[in-house]
């Protein structure tokens, strides 16, 4: 099984943008689809974007025309761009497969804070 290493998270502003990234510990060409979650604290987790291997996507209304999810399977990583931050976006990302999420198989994420 593909695991996977989150990183890129931070502490920013309102209105703010980061780009997280979560190379794979193989290759993802073979991956059909990648998602990005997150889980805000005293919540349950969440979806937010995911990624096909056709590179189509999807998102949570939320965060849409906001954050922008892509692929680079020479690279095998997958990217989440976040615009327009804000306080409610705060949360520990995991990037994750249908695959790991059904067997409850998770990274240890990178936190993201977004201060008022």
């Known amino acids: 099984q593909v695991q996977f290493v989150e990183s890129g998270g931070g502490l920013v502003q309102a209105g703010g943008s980061l780009r997280l990234s979560c190379a794979a510990s193989g290759s993802t060409s073979s991956i059909a689809t990648i998602g990005w979650y997150r889980q805000a604290p005293g919540k349950q987790r969440e979806s937010v974007a995911f990624?096909?291997?056709?590179?189509?996507?999807n998102y949570v209304d939320s965060v849409k025309g906001r954050f922008t999810i892509s692929r680079d399977n020479a690279k095998n990583t997958v990217y989440l761009q976040m615009n327009s931050l804000k306080p409610e976006d705060t949360a520990v990302y995991y990037c994750?497969?249908?695959?790991?999420?059904?067997?409850?198989?998770w990274g240890k994420g990178t936190l993201v804070t977004v201060s008022s």
């Open positions: 990624i096909s291997g056709g590179a189509f996507t």
């Open positions: 994750n497969t249908p695959s790991n999420v059904a067997k409850d198989n």
